[in-house]
């Protein structure tokens, strides 16, 4: 006999995003279906920003700051995509 599985109401909508802040601006870094993989993800580039800071500061990148959010599906840009750990490619905060 097969087992009842119960899903809870809008939980198949929600993620957990990592968010990187640099100044005013703020983008989705990541997403994961489970806040222990999205804090693990937050925790590592946290440590890669520490690792880079001076490098960042010198050459005048914004040191971003990383925070995790649940997020919904819906709410992410249509053409998102991860950003790299330290927040920026070819000069700029994407």
């Known amino acids: 006999m097969a087992s009842t599985v119960t899903l809870r109401a809008g ?14 601006n703020s983008r989705v870094a990541n997403v994961y279906r489970a806040r222990s993989d999205a804090l693990e993800d937050r925790a590592w580039r946290a440590q890669q920003v520490s690792a ?30 991860p950003l790299p750990a330290l ?5 700029q905060f994407i």
């Open 87 to 91: 927040g920026f490619l070819r000069g």
């Open 11 to 24: 939980d198949d909508d929600t993620l957990w995003a990592v968010i990187a802040t640099a100044g005013r």
């Open 52 to 81: 880079y800071a001076d490098w960042l500061r010198r050459s005048s990148q914004p040191v971003p700051h990383y925070s995790v959010a649940p997020i919904r599906r819906a709410d992410l840009p249509k053409k998102w995509s």
